[in-house]
């Protein structure tokens, strides 16, 4: 098994972090640091990160969190701002949020510590399309619906034809749903500021097929078997 795998498989980030950790040489095989991504582990092997022993996860455990603004997708940071990974409390499970939502967003985030439905949900190749509610200033006209639909040039790409419909308008904000695949960083942030209606707040409310229904915000659930069958087969 190639040793980005085996990471990824003991819960501990997903199998591209993981290539980054031994890239940086945090990791070491029977204790020797190894530095290159083809190194390839067997079961009875003994890999440790940063001087700590990890294993594969007994037990796939996949979760669905309702994310509150304010929290961070990542374990650690150097502001010091608080991690999802707080938010759950399940001893001896590590816990990998399966894409990202940035700090002043809320809503919809999965994590689990399946390696392999990490890599395969998070992979470029791999669009699946997210839902967001978006409260904007000002109203849109039909001609920014259309340039939203159509696709927009932000940071040197165009992106893909996304739906979008005001759910309330108001002179002075409005409710809009936005729904994209590619989810490049702060996408639709990007999209609205580009067009003069800063968003004041963001929430994804749909990941494909799973919705965020009643769970309130901090709060998180395990996900139904036909959930997480789901996302094994899209």
Same mark, same amino acid.
């Given at each position: 098994?190639?040793?980005?795998?085996?990471?990824?498989?003991?819960?501990?980030?997903?199998?591209?972090?993981?290539?980054?950790?031994?890239?940086?040489?945090?990791?070491?095989?029977?204790?020797?640091?190894?530095?290159?991504?083809?190194?390839?582990?067997?079961?009875?092997?003994?890999?440790?990160?940063?001087?700590?022993?990890?294993?594969?996860?007994?037990?796939?455990?996949?979760?669905?969190?309702?994310?509150?603004?304010?929290?961070?997708?990542?374990?650690?940071?150097?502001?010091? %701002?608080?991690? @999802?990974?707080? $938010?759950?409390?399940? #001893?001896?499970?590590? =816990? /990998?949020? !399966?894409?990202?939502?940035?700090?002043?967003?809320?809503?919809?985030?999965?994590?689990?510590?399946?390696?392999?439905?990490?890599?395969?949900?998070?992979?470029?190749?791999?669009?699946?399309?997210?839902?967001?509610?978006?409260?904007?200033?000002?109203?849109?006209?039909?001609?920014?619906?259309?340039?939203?639909?159509?696709?927009?040039?932000?940071?040197?790409?165009?992106?893909? %034809?996304?739906? @979008?419909?005001? $759910?309330?308008?108001? #002179?002075?904000?409005? =409710? /809009?749903? !936005?729904?994209?695949?590619?989810?490049?960083?702060?996408?639709?942030?990007?999209?609205?500021?580009?067009?003069?209606?800063?968003?004041?707040?963001?929430?994804?409310?749909?990941?494909?097929?799973?919705?965020?229904?009643?769970?309130?915000?901090?709060?998180?659930?395990?996900?139904?078997?036909?959930?997480?069958?789901?996302?094994?087969?899209?």
């Amino acid at each position: 098994m190639r040793l980005s795998k085996y990471i990824a498989d003991c819960g501990v980030c997903s199998r591209r972090k993981a290539e980054d950790i031994i890239l940086a040489g945090r990791v070491s095989v029977n204790g020797a640091v190894v530095a290159e991504l083809g190194t390839k582990v067997a079961d009875d092997d003994i890999v440790s990160i940063d001087g700590v022993r990890i294993s594969p996860a007994a037990e796939f455990v996949y979760i669905m969190l309702n994310k509150p603004e304010g929290y961070i997708t990542t374990a650690l940071e150097q502001f010091g %701002r608080p991690s @999802v990974l707080d $938010l759950i409390d399940i #001893e001896g499970v590590r =816990l /990998v949020p !399966v894409g990202r939502l940035d700090c002043a967003t809320s809503g919809l985030l999965i994590l689990t510590n399946d390696g392999d439905l990490v890599y395969k949900l998070t992979h470029p190749s791999h669009d699946i399309r997210k839902t967001y509610y978006a409260r904007i200033e000002g109203k849109l006209s039909e001609q920014e619906l259309e340039q939203i639909r159509n696709g927009m040039v932000i940071d040197g790409y165009k992106t893909s %034809r996304t739906n @979008v419909k005001v $759910l309330k308008a108001g #002179e002075e904000t409005s =409710l /809009v749903e !936005v729904a994209i695949k590619e989810g490049r960083n702060r996408q639709v942030r990007k999209i609205f500021d580009q067009l003069e209606h800063r968003v004041k707040s963001l929430r994804r409310v749909a990941t494909g097929k799973l919705k965020l229904g009643e769970l309130k915000k901090g709060q998180w659930r395990n996900l139904t078997d036909e959930e997480v069958a789901y996302l094994k087969e899209i």
